[in-house]
């Protein structure tokens, strides 16, 4: 049978196989998954396999760019694909690829498991079956998330749980579709199909770029006075409290930095609703200094959308205009 979907392995718990020291990436992990998987589901596939293998806790904005590389040399030969990859930054991976790709003609799904399949009670089977029938089905153009019976667009999930086997989950939108005993697919949320073939994609990404941090009680401008003095940093994205409100005492270095080249995004610390920057006093200044509002994006997306703004050469003007303005779904319209 000629197969319909590749299935590229970036490594993570979904192949991984218990040690002495813990779980651990071992070899032969496709025969093994082939060998669990049910033959009745008629899915045929390809498999690639990253070498190294990437742990997830260590993935890096230049693993996104390789994975966009890799799709392209593959797109025109499958009507869908599947990425095998580790749930820490499995969120990232996917919003970052969402914004590289570009408008799409078929499905990249991403899955992964929070229990290897060496184990009892492994998730690895179901959340790998769903993802190869929706990538071949190819009713889905996006980049998406699978995982426990849930298809989430991929920019907007986020890993909710370290330990539930329902980890991802979708808070600021709908699910694109629930895998009961028939997919039920939500048509009214899904991206339309767009071009035949990717976008371009950036020369190179720096992890020193951009930076994200969360503010806290008590947390003074002397907590972000080394960002000044890191030459490579371009961007920031600023976890705030609630709709946008800061700290006060941070408002002059974030001056400071804008003054300075860099692209500051306000995002909620909030797991819904959102920035509205400007609605309480504490965050006016923000307005007034640039602080661009992040609006319902999620940390993740926010993160990879500049990054990809950045390696992009945008122009400033650009950048805040584009951080505004939904690319592949990841926001909502004002």
Same mark, same amino acid.
């Given at each position: 049978?000629?197969?319909?979907?590749?299935?590229?392995?970036?490594?993570?718990?979904?192949?991984?196989?218990?040690?002495?020291?813990?779980?651990?990436?071992?070899?032969?992990?496709?025969?093994?998954?082939?060998?669990?998987?049910?033959?009745?589901?008629?899915v045929?596939?390809?498999?690639?396999?990253?070498?190294?293998?990437?742990?997830?806790?260590?993935?890096?904005?230049?693993?996104?760019?390789?994975l966009?590389?890799?799709?392209?040399?593959?797109?025109?030969?499958?009507?869908?694909f599947?990425?095998?990859?580790?749930?820490?930054?499995l969120?990232?991976?996917?919003?970052?690829? !969402?914004?590289?790709?570009?408008?799409?003609?078929?499905p990249?799904?991403?899955t992964?498991?929070?229990?290897?399949?060496?184990?009892?009670r492994?998730?690895?089977?179901?959340?790998?079956t769903?993802?190869?029938?929706?990538?071949?089905?190819?009713?889905?153009?996006?980049?998406?998330?699978?995982?426990?019976?849930?298809?989430?667009?991929g920019?907007?999930?986020?890993?909710?749980?370290?330990?539930?086997?329902?980890?991802?989950?979708?808070?600021a939108?709908?699910?694109?579709a629930?895998?009961?005993?028939?997919?039920?697919?939500?048509?009214?949320?899904a991206?339309?199909?767009?071009?035949?073939?990717?976008?371009?994609?950036?020369?190179?990404?720096?992890?020193?770029?951009?930076?994200?941090?969360?503010?806290?009680?008590?947390m003074a401008s002397?907590?972000?006075?080394?960002?000044?003095?890191?030459?490579?940093l371009?961007?920031?994205?600023?976890q705030?409290?609630?709709?946008?409100?800061?700290?006060?005492?941070l408002?002059?270095?974030?001056?400071?930095?804008?003054?300075?080249?860099?692209?500051?995004?306000?995002?909620?610390q909030?797991?819904?609703?959102?920035?509205?920057?400007?609605?309480?006093a !504490?965050? !006016?200044?923000?307005?007034?200094?640039?602080?661009?509002?992040?609006?319902?994006?999620?940390?993740?997306?926010?993160f990879t959308?500049l990054?990809?703004?950045l390696?992009?050469?945008?122009?400033?003007?650009?950048i805040?205009r584009?951080?505004?303005?939904?690319?592949?779904?990841?926001?909502?319209?004002?």
């Amino acid at each position: 049978m000629t197969a319909s979907v590749l299935v590229i392995h970036c490594g993570g718990t979904i192949g991984m196989v218990a040690t002495a020291d813990g779980y651990a990436p071992a070899t032969g992990f496709e025969q093994r998954l082939r060998d669990s998987l049910n033959p009745a589901q008629s899915v045929a596939f390809d498999w690639v396999e990253l070498e190294p293998l990437i742990d997830s806790a260590a993935a890096e904005p230049a693993d996104w760019l390789h994975l966009a590389r890799l799709l392209g040399s593959y797109w025109q030969d499958y009507r869908g694909f599947v990425i095998l990859h580790g749930t820490d930054t499995l969120a990232y991976t996917a919003s970052a690829l !969402s914004f590289m790709l570009g408008s799409l003609d078929k499905p990249v799904i991403i899955t992964g498991a929070q229990i290897p399949l060496s184990e009892p009670r492994s998730d690895a089977l179901v959340n790998v079956t769903n993802s190869l029938q929706l990538a071949a089905e190819g009713l889905i153009h996006e980049v998406c998330v699978c995982f426990h019976d849930q298809l989430l667009r991929g920019n907007r999930c986020r890993k909710l749980h370290s330990e539930a086997l329902a980890a991802f989950d979708s808070p600021a939108f709908p699910a694109l579709a629930q895998l009961g005993i028939k997919p039920l697919y939500m048509p009214l949320q899904a991206l339309h199909k767009g071009k035949v073939g990717l976008s371009a994609l950036p020369e190179q990404m720096h992890a020193e770029s951009v930076v994200m941090l969360s503010v806290y009680p008590g947390m003074a401008s002397e907590q972000l006075q080394w960002l000044l003095h890191q030459p490579g940093l371009r961007g920031l994205v600023l976890q705030t409290y609630g709709a946008g409100n800061p700290p006060k005492g941070l408002v002059p270095v974030l001056a400071e930095l804008i003054t300075a080249g860099v692209t500051v995004i306000n995002v909620s610390q909030c797991i819904s609703g959102g920035v509205t920057q400007g609605s309480y006093a !504490s965050a !006016s200044d923000l307005n007034r200094i640039g602080v661009i509002s992040g609006g319902d994006l999620t940390p993740e997306a926010a993160f990879t959308k500049l990054h990809w703004l950045l390696a992009c050469h945008f122009s400033a003007a650009g950048i805040a205009r584009l951080l505004n303005c939904s690319i592949a779904g990841e926001c909502s319209a004002d």
